[in-house]
């Protein structure tokens, strides 16, 4: 297909019609602001959420098994850094003792690793950082689709924390807020992984991330994080 054919990828160009590349300047103008309307909404967002405290619930599964199942009340420090404060203990936990105890012990230590890893990746992703889309734009390597017939628009970014990665964005069209995310990753050893984030809005607009995913297929771990009973930071 040629460019002149797919209007995504229309020329920046008068032509001798003219008004192709005036319909084309005002669609990389609509397309500009429709980044810069997001990114002003991930930053007001982000910085809102730093009001509130939050139930994060994560369980790991190993093929397709259910192993870990932890619970953390999240919040921002004064520091703006994110903190995480264990709820309970894993209700799968089972105390064994002797040398059965050891191999338990060694499998949960394994486990907790994993969700380290995995949860550490998707944080990485989660919120989107509003200057790592300013820079993949300056790259060239985001492209963002008309309204289709939902309503919906599709942004497409490449290279957005590491060489080789892409992320999803689904965006409604009439307000440039986010309703979803998808992820391709990789993590240390090149093991390819896949994510998503649906997200919701509080009662203030503020979108939050409701749910999270983490699939690495190579080793079978899949991470689900769900994040609920959002209140704002008692005086």
Known sequence: MSAEQDPDREPVRLSRRGS?????????????????????????????????EWVETMALSLGGEEKVK???????????????????????????????????ESKKEEFAGAIKSASSLLHQYTPLDPAKIQAAKAAGNVSVSVPGADGKVRVTIKNYLKPGDEVG????????????????????????????VTYAALTDGTAYPAKQTLDISAQKLKVDISNSGYRKHSS
């Open 70 to 104: 932890q619970q953390n009340t999240c919040y921002y420090g004064a520091d703006g850094a994110l903190q995480k404060v264990p709820v309970a203990a894993d209700a799968k936990e089972d105390k064994k003792r002797g040398l059965r105890g050891k191999v338990a």
């Open 169 to 196: 964005i689904v965006a409604d069209g009439a307000k440039n807020t986010l309703q979803s995310v998808t992820i391709k990753s990789f993590v240390d050893d090149k093991s390819p992984v896949t994510g998503s």
């Open 20 to 52: 192709v590349g005036i319909l084309t300047i005002d669609r990389l103008r609509l397309n500009e602001a429709r980044i810069e309307s997001m990114k002003q909404s991930l930053v007001a967002s982000k910085a809102t959420l730093k009001q509130y």
